[in-house]
């Protein structure tokens, strides 16, 4: 009989840069006919558990997920962690100092931002982002209701982008160390959207250090893009993702219902995290 489920890997909650709760992510998914999502916050697992008990009550399968963002070739690379054991308390406290780090860094930028006379609060940056991890598109928020910029997309163009002189980057692991983390808390190491890099250079080098899958499907892929990273996950044996990314509105266009991964591909990466975590 054909399966009709359907997965979004890749969503971002109120406890990285998006704009929904963990919950309210939960009752869209089932609303829009998933079968299962992946809440996947940048530097973050604080929203897993909450998606998780609103699952439970609404018959939604929550996968545990989180990006982190790596180094590569001066550019930030995002890894996805796959089914990660998220309640370790060391996981915690390793994700705690790198939002630690995204609060000096915040300051940094503000602090740039101040020599060009645009003064915006660390405060009021701290409140939007509310408890989770925070990143430029809380500053990018705070720009907009200054009236800096008059949208989102603006606030990176002008004030924040990578090339702007206000820029500082996060702190970056390489990503054999993200590799390494996403494998002691016994995850699976996906490389999330690779058209955001020259994808091209740093495919073939992750492949070599371990990556186990690449996200295939997602909103700014287009069929070249499909068809190209397919025959690269055909070719190297890995797993195939995908999600769509959605930050509920704050990051564009990318919203749930974008992506409808089928959802024998989820079975795979379970069946890769059963065979590399649970047979030994
Ligand atoms: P950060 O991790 O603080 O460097 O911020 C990166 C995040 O900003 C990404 O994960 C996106 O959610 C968001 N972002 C990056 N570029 C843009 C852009 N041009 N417009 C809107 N959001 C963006
Ligand atoms: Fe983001
Ligand atoms: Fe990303
Ligand atoms: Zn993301």
Do not use: W
């Amino acid at each position: 009989m054909e399966d009709y489920r359907y997965c979004d890997l890749h969503i971002h909650t109120i406890f990285s840069d998006g704009l929904y709760s963990p919950e309210e992510v939960v009752r869209k998914a089932k609303e829009l006919g998933f079968s299962a999502i992946g809440i996947a916050d940048h530097d973050a697992v604080t929203g897993i558990g909450k998606a998780i008990k609103e699952g439970e009550k609404l018959g939604i399968e929550v996968i545990p997920a989180c990006e982190f963002s790596c180094l590569m070739e001066d550019k930030d690379v995002h890894i996805l962690g796959y089914l990660l054991d998220y309640q370790n308390p060391s996981l915690e406290s390793f994700l705690k100092k790198v939002q630690d780090k995204r609060i000096e860094r915040a300051e940094k930028i503000i602090g740039n931002l101040s020599k060009q006379g645009i003064k915006i609060k660390l405060e009021r940056v701290l409140e939007i982002a509310k408890n989770g991890s925070v990143g430029r598109p809380h500053i990018a928020q705070a720009l907009l209701e200054e009236g800096y910029v008059s949208t989102i997309e603006e606030a990176f163009m002008k004030f924040i982008g990578y090339h702007s002189p206000a820029y500082v980057p996060k702190m970056e692991i390489s990503p054999e160390e993200a590799l390494k983390i996403i494998r002691d808390f016994k995850g699976i190491p996906v490389l999330a959207h690779p058209v955001s890099y020259d994808f091209e250079k740093i495919i073939f080098p992750l492949i070599k250090l371990g990556i186990l899958g690449i996200e295939v499907y997602h909103p700014d892929h287009t069929e070249y893009h499909i068809n190209y990273f397919s025959e690269i996950a055909k070719k190297y044996n890995l797993l195939i993702t995908g999600g769509s990314d959605c930050h509920g509105g704050r990051k564009g266009k990318l919203f749930m219902g974008e992506i409808k991964l089928p959802y024998f591909h989820l079975e795979r990466l379970k069946e890769k995290k059963k065979q590399l975590f649970l047979d030994i």
